[in-house]
């Protein structure tokens, strides 16, 4: 049975830095590329980091460039999401997936992706 279990999430003010953690099991963790969304209330999902298998190359949205930092550790099967200069519209429910890979796009929907429960992100002003 595949699970992604997120956590590091908390409450945080502007400036501040928080890094979330993914752990998955139960697939053959090093060679799905992994993401992090994540979804505002009243929003929709939204992409924020990728990292794909082999290369680690990765993919940042441009609101979180500079500021987040995708890396995985494969001998732990985690991925983290290093989140530095949080701002509050970074507030959001962030979940980790894995994604099935092609070798030039990454299908993260089911039924070729799996997702985690989701942690909670606050940023205060």
């Known amino acids: 049975q595949v699970q992604l279990v997120e956590s590091g999430g908390g409450s945080v003010q502007t400036g501040g830095s928080l890094r979330l953690s993914c752990a998955a099991s139960?697939?053959?963790?090093?060679?799905?590329?992994m993401g992090w969304f994540r979804q505002a209330p009243g929003k929709e999902r939204e992409g924020v980091a990728a990292?794909?298998?082999?290369?680690?190359?990765?993919y940042y949205d441009d609101s979180v460039k500079g500021r987040f930092t995708i890396s995985r550790y494969n001998a732990k099967n985690t991925t983290y999401l290093q989140m530095n200069s949080l701002k509050p519209e970074d507030t959001a429910m962030y979940y980790c997936?894995?994604?099935?890979?092609?070798?030039?796009?990454?299908?993260?929907?089911?039924?070729?992706?799996?997702w985690g429960q989701g942690t909670q992100v606050t940023v205060s002003s």
């Open positions: 990292i794909y298998p082999g290369s680690n190359n990765t």
């Open positions: 997936a894995a994604g099935a890979w092609s070798g030039s796009y990454c299908y993260a929907e089911p039924p070729f992706g799996y």
């Open positions: 139960g697939y053959t963790y090093n060679t799905n590329c």
